[in-house]
């Protein structure tokens, strides 16, 4: 499956639990909607990922990748200290400029 760089990013900041790659990942102003909340900016994305990466420990692996113009829907199949792990979670995608404008993270 052809995964874009910022997407390939993701997983590989994601799996080494390293907040300061992923939230780098983001544009200045992107947003994150994850578990009814909105984290605005990525000095607000950096401190939320820390926090799900300390409580779940989460590690992801690509199941499926669509994508359509600026927009893309990872599949992946996430494993941690959370409840029902290991599930299958939607990762919606907005990019602009090699950058994720925006993500929504969906079961």
Known sequence: MKLPNVVQELIKAQNNFDSVAYANLFSETSVVYD??????????????????????????????????????ILSAKVSGTFEGSPAVLKFNFEMNEGLIKSLKITG
């Open 35 to 72: 578990e009814g909340k909105t984290h605005t900016g990525r000095k607000e994305i950096q401190k939320w990922i820390a926090e799900a990466n300390e409580k779940y420990k989460s590690v992801m692996e690509a199941v499926d990748y669509k994508e359509t113009g600026t927009k893309g």
